[in-house]
Every structure is written in C-alpha cells, then in structure tokens.
C-alpha cells in the first residue's frame, strides 16, 4: 500500500524558508500530478501548489506565488515545496497529496482535493513574528 510521509517542517521566523519533503514508498507508486495542501487552525484545508510531472507545469496559489516552489525527483518519487519568505499566514499543517496513475489531472483540477487519492499525515509550519 502506497504511504506519503512529509518532512522539513519547523519553526522557523517571519522571512525565513523551509524546504518540505513528500517520499511514496510501498506498493507501486505512479504519478503524475502531486500536491501540497495546507490547513491552518480553524481553516478548511486549501491548496498551495502542484506539479503536473509529464507536462512540466507547475501551479500555486496566489498567496504564495514567487514565495514557494515546487519540485520533483522523479527518480526518488519525492517531491518538495520549497517555502521563502515564510509569512505568519503561512502557518499550517502541510499535507503532500498525489493523484495515481499515469495520467495527470487537468490544470483546472489540481487545487482539488478531492482529485488526490494519496494523503501523508501532515507536517507542522509555524512562522513567529
């Protein structure tokens, strides 16, 4: 059975970054379409970025465009977010998520959660002011 398990969360200060880690192991792991999600106290859980491996297309949400960016290995089945200029709003857990099988989503699905069959359990973002 396939697992996510994210990492590089922390407490870092306001401007600040951090690198997350996503690594799938188990079972037969195929992707094209892998994601990050975030949920801050209180909050529903919301889409930061994505990658669309086949097409090289990568997506973000408006918060964080030109802050955070959106890697994959894809011969290590990891990807990454790397997170600059870390703001106190960007305080969450962060969830990586992946979409299985061959074919990636359509750019208009990819800040659905809904579309991602494979969850990690969370990593914990706290930027302090």
């Known amino acids: 059975q396939v697992q996510l398990v994210e990492s590089g969360g922390g407490l870092v200060q306001v401007g600040g970054s951090l690198r997350l880690s996503c690594s799938a192991s188990g079972g037969t792991f195929m992707s094209n379409t892998m994601g990050w999600f975030r949920q801050a106290p209180g909050k529903e859980r919301e889409f930061v970025a994505a990658?669309?491996?086949?097409?090289?297309?990568?997506h973000y949400t408006d918060a964080v465009k030109g802050r955070f960016t959106v890697s994959r290995d894809g011969a290590k089945n990891t990807w990454y977010l790397q997170m600059n200029s870390l703001k106190p709003e960007d305080t969450a857990v962060y969830y990586c998520a992946a979409r299985s099988g061959s074919a990636a989503l359509i750019a208009g699905r990819v800040g659905s959660a809904r579309e991602y069959d494979y969850w990690g359990r969370g990593t914990q973002v706290t930027v302090s002011s």
């Open positions: 990658i669309r491996w086949n097409y090289g297309n990568t």
